[in-house]
């Protein structure tokens, strides 16, 4: 355990436990940026992008937040160089073996949203024996997009429902918002309260783009493998200045 983790290890006396976000999404960029800076290859980067996801879990879990979502790979993210790919595909893989036992330990509950039947078959084998094995598990939710895109996402529920009409199933005015969200790779999942996003990037580069109608939006210029606990605590502090009106005075 290192010495930040052992000194951030309780919720700050600065934030206040009742305005804390019940549900935090991240959006994890410039892995690439800081591979580059150490004058290491990309893939570095992202192994270190492991470590920093690894200990925000658990400072969530630490500090009583209740669900964290990660964007881990996009369906953009298919341009990328194939030999990049072709490691994250394989890192994924080999972090849900090493972790999963851990994750039982700390009664984590992992799923995973995103079009996986797209992604190689050894590492659907994977996904599918973590979030079974962690089902039941209740002292967090760990949400990770893989092969996720917003706009597909909309477009696929659009035409499950769409088929639903056609079959007779369901009337045009029986559609609402709940039944819409029903149909999401999200279902069943909170809407997130805060999205962080690294790297100083401002946009939502295809995330959760029906979720955050909401919610709020930090940017951060940090890169993801230097966010740690006291980049997330400052995060914190500024989403607990803030006043949500969801659209009322």
């Not at 200990?55 to 630490?62: F, S, V, Y």
């Not at 799923?111 to 078959?121: E, I, S, T």
């Not at 996904?127 to 909309?154: C, H, L, P, W």
């Not at 088929?163 to 999401?184: A, N, T």
């Given at each position: 355990?290192?010495?930040?983790?052992?000194?951030?290890?309780?919720?700050?006396s600065?934030?206040?436990?009742?305005?804390?976000?019940?549900?935090?999404?991240?959006?994890?960029?410039?892995?690439?940026?800081?591979?580059?800076?150490q004058?290491?290859?990309?893939?570095?980067g992202?192994?270190?992008?492991?470590?920093?996801?690894?200990?925000?879990?658990?400072?969530?879990?630490d500090?009583?937040?209740?669900a964290?979502?990660?964007?881990a790979?996009?369906?953009?993210?298919?341009?990328?160089?194939?030999?990049?790919?072709?490691?994250?595909?394989?890192?994924f893989?080999?972090?849900?073996?090493?972790?999963?036992?851990?994750?039982?330990?700390?009664?984590?509950?992992?799923?995973?949203?995103?079009?996986?039947?797209?992604?190689?078959k050894?590492?659907?084998e994977?996904?599918?024996?973590?979030?079974?094995?962690?089902?039941?598990?209740?002292?967090?939710?760990?949400?990770?997009?893989?092969?996720?895109?917003?706009?597909?996402?909309?477009?696929?529920?659009?035409?499950?429902?769409?088929?639903?009409?056609?079959?007779?199933?369901?009337?045009?005015?029986?559609?609402?918002?709940?039944?819409?969200?029903?149909?999401?790779?999200?279902?069943?999942?909170?809407d997130?309260?805060?999205?962080?996003?690294?790297?100083?990037?401002?946009?939502?580069?295809?995330?959760?783009?029906?979720?955050?109608?909401?919610?709020?939006?930090?940017?951060?210029?940090?890169?993801?493998?230097?966010?740690?606990?006291?980049?997330?605590?400052?995060?914190?502090?500024?989403y607990?200045?803030?006043?949500?009106?969801?659209?009322?005075?």
């Amino acid at each position: 355990m290192t010495t930040q983790h052992t000194e951030l290890q309780y919720l700050p006396s600065d934030l206040k436990r009742e305005l804390l976000p019940q549900h935090v999404a991240v959006i994890m960029d410039g892995n690439g940026r800081w591979a580059k800076r150490q004058g290491l290859p990309r893939i570095m980067g992202h192994k270190r992008g492991v470590d920093a996801l690894k200990d925000l879990l658990r400072c969530c879990k630490d500090w009583g937040i209740k669900a964290l979502t990660a964007y881990a790979f996009s369906t953009e993210n298919w341009k990328r160089p194939q030999e990049e790919v072709e490691f994250l595909m394989s890192l994924f893989q080999r972090v849900l073996r090493q972790e999963l036992r851990e994750m039982v330990e700390e009664n984590v509950q992992i799923q995973f949203v995103g079009n996986l039947q797209a992604l190689p078959k050894s590492l659907q084998e994977e996904i599918s024996r973590s979030m079974a094995e962690t089902k039941d598990n209740q002292s967090i939710k760990f949400t990770v997009a893989t092969n996720y895109g917003g706009r597909q996402e909309i477009l696929q529920a659009c035409r499950a429902i769409a088929q639903k009409v056609e079959e007779g199933l369901l009337k045009p005015d029986e559609i609402s918002e709940q039944l819409f969200e029903s149909h999401l790779y999200t279902a069943g999942i909170a809407d997130p309260d805060l999205l962080i996003r690294t790297s100083g990037e401002m946009r939502l580069s295809n995330f959760l783009l029906w979720q955050m109608a909401y919610g709020e939006i930090y940017i951060t210029d940090t890169l993801w493998p230097d966010f740690d606990r006291k980049e997330f605590h400052r995060a914190l502090c500024a989403y607990q200045q803030r006043e949500r009106r969801f659209g009322k005075v």
